[in-house]
């Protein structure tokens, strides 16, 4: 356990130089809302199209901490990671990941993710966090859930659960353990 806590932590900070976590601003709306835009069918908005003044109000909705997600050395935004709804009695809250289609693929920005991870564990005390994630999403991160250093654990799959694209796909139920990350 102390090794495999060991390895997270060291993926983290291998991939950390190349992105950076930081605070998000007021100046951040119309970027992060833009980026929502592009994305209609993440799980936060459900193809929902919340109005520029609306936003604000429900990005910060029930949330602990979130950060956008920069790439050094350029300090572009690359997305956006929160942690929300928690549950303090029984020790979980919920982690969201929303990323510029322009770093989709690429390894280093869950390195920030993983940051952001390593933060709310270390802040809160929380047993897990989830992450929920439709079949089509999941399909592109599951190699986190195979092999010896597992980031996270599938803990539940409810098929055929959400309405994407003209079809019912699964929802995939992600569970990222404290004692993996500290």
Known sequence: SQ?????????????ARKSRLRPVAQSDYAY???LALRNPDTWVHRGATPSPEEYPRRLWNDVLAQFVIEEMPSGQP??????????????????NVLLDERVHG?????????????????????RKLYAEMMRPAFNRVASGAEGKV???????????HAYLNGEYVDLVVLAFYRDRFT
């Open 3 to 15: 090794r495999r806590s060991f390895v997270h932590r060291l993926v983290v900070l291998i991939y």
């Open 32 to 34: 992060l809302y833009a």
């Open 78 to 95: 690359a997305g956006l990671v929160s942690v929300l709804a928690p549950n303090f009695r029984d020790g979980y809250a919920y982690l």
């Open 106 to 126: 690429r390894v280093w920005p869950f390195s920030a993710v993983g940051e952001c991870i390593l933060y709310a564990f270390r802040h809160w005390n929380l």
């Open 150 to 160: 597992r980031l996270f654990e599938v803990e539940a799959c409810l098929p055929e």
